[in-house]
């Protein structure tokens, strides 16, 4: 009986191992954040395009409404000034449009400017913003090779450790392998600690003198008074 402890106490370091594989496989970053992060970026990225799209756009209408402008500004100005109009109330008109002209393309020209600004100012924002992708783009397909490598490592250990499990179990009768299961379930996936001491190595807590005598007498089955786990005692080497 002392040899199938010793058997369990295999399954136990194995089971350890798996514990930590797993978790390790579990806490790898998939990838998930970096990929949310570059995919916010891209739509403000297409945001400030398309911004930026409309601003060129409306630059192009404002250039074309200044030049409309201005060359009627122009025809009315050869009336003005050409001596083909004499008529005073005519020529009084003539001046009324063309400054009414002039103050409309001075208003257009102001728009225009502060269009250009914002073009200028857009193209900057585009231009630093592609760069920011980029480099997100780099951190993402780093964090997912190392995803990929690392987690495929993770896997085949844990694939190559499970058959020896299955196979250390089987050495175990199943109501000591079932003890063990309950007890390592309820005690952070440690079920039977090694003592070589005068403490539970699970909890830190003394074990009383006639539980140690009993357990270096070779008595199997017994456990931690403080914690429950199953005890095994393995003779300190000479």
Known sequence: MSDELAVLYQVQQV???LARLRAELAKLDSGAEP?????AAENEYKTILNRHHQSEAESRALELEITTLQEK???FEAQLYGGTVRNPRQLSDLQDEVAMLSREIAKLEDRELEVMET???QRAQIATRAREIAGKRQHLEAVLNYYAARSSELNQQITEL????QGLAA????????????TRGRQNNLGLVRVQGESCPGCRVGL????LKELRAGRVGLTCDSCGRLLYWE????
Not at 162 to 165: D, I, L, T, V
Not at 171 to 182: A, G, M
Not at 208 to 211: D, I, P, R, T
Request: glycine share 0%; net charge negative.
């Open 208 to 211: 009383a003198s006639e539980l």
């Open 119 to 121: 073009i200028e100012a």
């Open 73 to 75: 500004k122009t025809k």
């Open 35 to 39: 990929q949310a992060e570059l995919t």
């Open 15 to 17: 089971d350890t191992e």
């Open 171 to 182: 050495q175990v009768s199943p109501s000591l392998l079932r003890r063990y299961e309950q």
């Open 162 to 165: 499970e058959p020896r499990r």
């Open 235 to 238: 003779r300190p080497a000479d």
